[in-house]
């Protein structure tokens, strides 16, 4: 996948959108629906119990599209 962005907080990454938006739209690769993104910190964590913190957002337009 594509990096949208890197070194950035998220709060700016966002600029006053929320995750669900910015999953949205086109992909950088391909002329079709992006399929969603993932956020990960600038430094690797671990959480007990769970493992790496990784946040994945998927694209609900691209969702409606492929539950036909």
Do not use: C, H, I, W
């Not at 006053?16 to 086109?26: A, H, Y």
């Not at 956020?39 to 990784?54: A, I, T």
């Amino acid at each position: 996948m594509p990096v949208l962005s890197r070194g950035v907080t998220l709060r700016s990454f966002l600029a006053g959108r929320t995750l669900k938006e910015v999953s949205n739209g086109r992909s950088l690769l391909f002329d079709a629906p992006r399929e969603g993104l993932v956020v990960r910190p600038m430094e690797e964590r671990q959480v007990p119990g769970f493992g790496r913190l990784v946040v994945k957002q998927r694209s609900p337009e691209y969702l409606a599209g492929t539950e036909r």
